[in-house]
């Protein structure tokens, strides 16, 4: 459930972005990074596969973002375009996490009905009306009242503390170690970050106020994570554990309409991984593997190189340099 929030709130809340944005501008790399960045760079200058799982939805957005910069800011490199959109994703990222926090903490808070809040500007305090939200069924006896429709609860509204402890939290991610570092150069994990928070917020919200919409949003967004990092797949797995384990989920069963919806939305998602198969057959510039045979994109694809279940390198985990002691 989304917060009410005050007019300061508001504000502070859409400027958020610009506090890490200003920040991850002044420390990025003008030029290519270590690690998978020279690659990734080479990637989307030459529009061609990267290493697996091959990246295509970060493929398709830095190409269309280096066509429209580029002619905006000739004397960049392409390297210094690229650490700016990886910087522009992360600030984004941040105001991600900074709305999944605002999300989260709302749901702790009992809402409060309309009425009473106009008669108590300040319900919380009051210790009857903490009865009377504990059982707001409950029914005088000697009346017999017929039963009236329920009003929708207004949303609760969060105290400027507890708004700001939601920036903190944000801030924190933000600016730890493991974040900040992929920050400053053109890496995958920016754009993974932005989109497991908006996945993350959608079955939040999906848990606390069911909607269509928002079931075929989580589907869209379940498949672009996957386009970008398979890493991802573990927060995919909690989310569809979480919404199974709903009551109505057997209602959501026989909603087909809504479960088609969601299965289409989720293949569109994937539908980045095409491009991959179209720069393969264009062979402008050799990329890594060959996807222009179906067993060569699944090998690409479930990352055989490597391992379809190891997440991380021999050289990240530690394995090779143990292995040549």
Not at 24 to 42: I, K, N, R, V
Not at 54 to 82: E, M
Not at 120 to 137: E, F
Not at 266 to 292: E, F, H, I, M
Request: proline letters at 9%; one cysteine or more.
């Amino acid at each position: 459930m989304w917060p009410s929030l005050t007019p300061l709130q508001t504000l502070l809340l859409l400027s958020f972005p610009l506090l890490p944005l200003s920040i991850y501008s002044s420390t990025m790399f003008l030029g290519p990074g270590g690690g998978d960045s020279p690659e990734l760079l080479a990637s989307a200058c030459t529009q061609s596969p990267s290493h697996p799982p091959g990246y295509p939805l970060l493929l398709l957005l830095s190409g269309a973002f280096l066509r429209i910069s580029s002619p905006l800011f000739p004397s960049a490199s392409p390297a210094l375009l690229l650490n700016g959109l990886n910087v522009c994703l992360a600030s984004l990222a941040s105001a991600g996490v900074l709305c999944l926090s605002l999300s989260l903490a709302s749901s702790l808070l009992p809402s409060i009905p309309s009425s009473l809040r106009r008669r108590n500007p300040n319900p919380l305090a009051d210790a009857d009306l903490h009865k009377l939200l504990a059982d707001p069924g409950k029914k005088k006896k000697n009346k017999k009242s017929s039963p009236q429709p329920r009003s929708p609860l207004p949303p609760p509204t969060l105290t400027n503390a507890q708004f700001s402890a939601c920036v903190l939290f944000s801030c924190l991610f933000s600016f730890s170690p493991g974040i900040w570092e992929y920050t400053l150069q053109y890496e995958v994990f920016p754009l993974n970050n932005l989109l497991c928070a908006v996945l993350l917020l959608l079955t939040t919200s999906y848990l606390q106020t069911p909607s269509p919409l928002t079931c075929v949003l989580g589907g869209l967004f379940t498949g672009l994570c996957m386009t970008n990092q398979h890493t991802s797949s573990i927060y995919i797995f909690v989310c569809v554990l979480s919404i199974l384990s709903l009551d109505n989920f057997r209602l959501l069963l026989r909603d087909r309409r809504t479960l088609l919806l969601t299965a289409c939305s989720t293949l569109v998602g994937l539908s980045p991984y095409l491009y991959l198969v179209v720069r393969a057959n264009a062979k402008a510039v050799d990329g890594w593997g060959d996807q222009r045979t179906l067993r060569g994109f699944l090998t690409h694809f479930l990352r055989e190189e490597y391992g379809t279940f190891v997440l991380a390198s021999e050289w990240e985990s530690g394995e090779a340099q143990d292995s040549s002691k």
